[in-house]
């Protein structure tokens, strides 16, 4: 499963807000079309629209003509403009910083609007080809803590579709049973959007793993009747401190796991680190017609009725057992573990 692609000039995503019912390829040379996509969600997930942004900003700069210094230019527009599409995963700004520190050091040395071009996009696809390396590094680290017969919870979607391949905590779940592990999936739905429901049960099912799907108020009782013995699900920013931003719904989850004893671990490049020394998140807080209605197709409540929309919560270092990264396995105290990884 490839979700996005540089062709010919062109960033190729794949439509995951047409999922599961269509697989559909949309492409575009323009930021702002790759923008849209961004904050429409057909691209979601935090490593996945780090990728898209990185990609979107190598095309605006392979399809524009005129010396370096207007290059540049195209670049820090497009980066602007991606930057303001979601404002809490924390990887859109790693992949844009990482590519406008490329066009400096390129500024610096000097080199053709060829050669900027040629290395522009060269960089956007590096950040594309470590994304899955990272994801199955992970897989492999992380799934050290998954044994036979573990019943694991997840959140949202972390798999492919999130990623630019394999996934975060659902590429340490895949990586478990590839490795033969006998292993149970419960998948929440993940209200407002259904990322559980259409996306992680759509790769689950692919793969051919055992996994139910539950709604999020069902959570309690898979705990207390179901043997949950696992949770893990992915993050879209971690400051140092091991506070964590994921999708609403996952504090939640944390208090529940602490209750039933059972293991909660958060699965996460380090390029979700916040590394800017910021102790507090910014949570992005979406239309209300998301809540309103089932994906815009059915109406759930009165007219406009007031409704509270944010897309992301924040857990508690306290709550959380590890952080599954590429660099290992981040224990309490976080301040200190996480620090280590981002030196
Ligand atoms: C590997 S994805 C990790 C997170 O980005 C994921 O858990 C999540 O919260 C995605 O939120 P979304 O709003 O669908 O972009």
Not at 256 to 268: P, S
Request: proline share 4%.
């Amino acid at each position: 499963m490839v979700p996005l692609k540089f062709e010919n000039g062109k960033v190729v995503w794949l439509n995951t807000s047409a999922i599961p019912w269509k697989e559909e390829y949309k492409e575009s040379s323009n930021y702002e079309d790759i923008a849209r996509a961004i904050e429409t969600m057909e691209v979601r997930g935090a490593p996945a629209i780090g990728v898209m942004a990185a990609l979107g900003i190598a095309a605006a700069v392979y399809n524009s003509q005129g010396d370096v210094q207007t290059l540049y230019q195209v670049l820090n527009r497009a980066a602007e403009r991606l930057s303001r599409t979601r404002p809490t995963a924390y990887n859109l700004f790693w992949a844009i910083d990482r590519m406008r520190a490329k066009a400096n050091s390129l500024i610096s040395d000097n080199v053709s609007p060829e050669e900027f071009k040629e290395r522009i996009v060269e960089e956007a696809l590096r950040i594309q080809r470590e994304d899955i390396e990272i994801n199955r590094r992970m897989g492999e680290i992380g799934s050290q803590v998954i044994k036979d017969g573990d019943v694991i919870l997840t959140h949202c979607n972390t798999g492919s579709l999130a990623t630019a391949g394999f996934g975060t905590a659902l590429g340490v779940i895949r990586t478990a049973w590839l490795q033969g592990k006998s292993i149970r999936v419960i998948a929440t739905e993940t209200r407002p959007l259904l990322q559980g429901a259409r996306l992680t049960m759509w790769e689950l099912t692919k793969d051919g793993i055992p996994s139910k799907l539950i709604t999020d108020n069902m959570v309690a009782y898979a705990m207390r009747y179901e043997g949950v013995t696992k949770v893990i699900l992915g993050a879209d920013r971690i400051l140092v401190s091991g506070h964590v931003a994921n999708k609403i719904g996952t504090y939640g989850i944390s208090i529940l796991a602490k209750y039933h004893g059972v293991d909660f671990y958060v699965v996460a490049p380090t390029s979700t680190i916040d590394r800017t020394g910021a102790n507090e998140i910014v949570i992005e807080r979406r239309k209300p017609d998301e809540v309103r209605t089932v994906l815009n197709m059915v109406d759930i409540t009165v007219k406009d009725a007031e409704v509270l929309n944010p897309a992301f919560d924040v857990t508690p270092p306290e709550l959380i057992t590890g952080i599954i990264t590429e660099k290992g396995i981040a224990y309490p105290p976080f301040k200190d573990s996480l620090k280590k990884f981002i030196e």
